[in-house]
């Protein structure tokens, strides 16, 4: 008989831990595990602020798949189409012919993508928050910010590059934020000239609140503290424009920003719509509480692109969130491993704990079962616990390194940004 083929679709939080857990509990012979993502590795998302910051070396929160997943297979390209009609999947290579999967088992992991609203100019000079690549950018164009104020003699030129304009206040747009402000702040004694009144921090938020994953008591706290800082925080406030980077606020306020960073919300990966998939109206896939794709017995999904119902809450939907993806993952291995052994399902079920959000070098802010935490406890609580969650001890010991240089040498302020273009001294020589 042949061996069944578990198809994978995208290898972040739940595709890795899927198959991760497979890969530990499957029987020799009983299935073959493929796992197909863009990328070669899984990031830990909730480190790549204090990636962003410097505090971490951006490689050390992203975690290889071919070296973790050494039992399974890894094809790195995109999935454009799931069928569950014919159990196939169309799949393109970075390079070489597209292919077609044939699967017994699916997994559907494709999680969200930013949610852009249609502001003029946003496409153009707006970046988002959700890669290791948009995280190692931004920390580049910072600091090559401040390298070019610190060169200029011209106020409107210095003045743009300093100014620095987050739109969206959950947890991935407030700790890009403050992580990065943090470490523009303590490089500024390396680049004479500037102060810390030099720099605009504007966070533009369109509800009259921030932080909500923290609760509004702390929302409230972060809120003053951020502006105690220096922070502009511009709640109940849209962005209209940002054509040729000129940044239009619905209050009415224009002004130039050189950085424009777009945080504001996430939706389902378009691929789920790529095929026939039963969607919800809000465009995820639609799973019952054991995490079985509507109307199959052979298809799963979970994590950012599911709408996984939330037993806890009945009626509601578990929101798109790390903690939930995690527990979603293992919930959802044992059940694929259970259909294929004939055996019970078991409904999924967990009760949101709070958050942990850093707000830069010993400021944080938690709220954990009801438990509220304010400035360094919550901060370390932020690393404590994102490092026992960080998978692989490798990656847990350079991560721990990191931190422990990071309390006997101060951050790194070169702007490697010409790494985005390093054929152009080349291609200059030969020209010359
Ligand atoms: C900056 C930031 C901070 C965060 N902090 C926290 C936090 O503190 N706590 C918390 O609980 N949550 C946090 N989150 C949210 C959390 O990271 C997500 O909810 C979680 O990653 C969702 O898991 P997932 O498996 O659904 O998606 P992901 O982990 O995003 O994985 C999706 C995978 O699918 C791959 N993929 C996408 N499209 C395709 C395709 N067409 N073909 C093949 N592969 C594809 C992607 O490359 C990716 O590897 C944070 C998110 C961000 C952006």
Known sequence: MAVPRILIVGGG????????????RLRRGEALVTVADLDSYMTYQPF???AAAGNIEARHVVVPLRRVLNRCQILSG???QVRLADRKAEFTPHEGPDLTIDYDYLVVAPGSISRLLPVPGLAEHGIGFKTIEEAIA??????GRLDIAASTPDPEVRRKALTF???????????????LEDMAAGALKYFSGLSREDMRWVLVEATDRILPEVGPEMGKWTALQLRERGIEIRMGTLLKSAEGCRIVLSDG???DADTLVWTAGVKPNPLVGAGDLPLDKKGRIRVDPCLRVHGTDFAFAAGDSAAVPDLTRPGEFCPPNAQHAVRQAKTL????LATLRGEAQRPYRHKYAGSVASLGLYKGVAQIYGRELRGFPAWLMHRTYHL?????????TRILMDWTLGLFFPREIVSLGAIEEPRKEFTLSARS
Do not use: I, W
């Open 13 to 24: 939080y739940v595709g890795m831990y899927t198959a991760l857990r497979l890969q530990r």
């Open 48 to 50: 790549l602020p204090e």
């Open 78 to 80: 995109r999935v454009t």
């Open 138 to 143: 931004l920390r580049n164009h910072v600091l």
């Open 165 to 179: 304009v987050f739109v969206g206040g959950g947890y991935a747009g407030v700790e890009a934020l403050a992580e």
């Open 253 to 255: 306020e224009e002004f």
């Open 333 to 336: 291995a044992d059940n694929l």
């Open 388 to 396: 026992t969650r960080m998978p692989t001890f490798n990656k847990k």
